[in-house]
């Protein structure tokens, strides 16, 4: 319910300077102060493997099934300054960041 309004959630929470946190990197790029969710490119690409070794024969009961998805860390600064109190983005989560909007 809330990913279809995810915008208007940001918006309201930024007037009152509330930091957003939601499990879709994208969401970043709209005003949330940090994203961890699934890298849909990493899961993609692995699901495409699968397949183009089913159209090439290899038997389907012998593909392994494994839940992964791979993590995407996205983090916003300039969101972060706008904050009432005075959030720390910690070097260690700054390090595993796959990108950093300043």
Not at 4 to 16: D, L, Q
Not at 63 to 72: L, S
Request: net charge negative.
């Amino acid at each position: 319910m809330v990913e279809s309004a995810i915008e208007m959630y940001i918006g309201a929470a930024s007037k009152n300077h509330i930091p957003v946190f939601t499990n879709n990197p994208n969401h970043t790029f709209s005003g949330a102060m940090l994203s961890l969710g699934a890298n849909y490119y990493e899961v993609g690409l692995t699901a495409g493997m699968m397949l183009d070794s089913v159209l090439k024969g290899f038997p389907m009961s012998h593909i392994e099934i494994n839940n992964v998805v791979p993590e995407k860390l996205f983090l916003n600064d300039s969101v972060r300054k706008l904050m009432n109190k005075n959030w720390l983005l910690p070097n260690e989560l700054k390090v595993r960041a796959d990108s950093i909007i300043e």
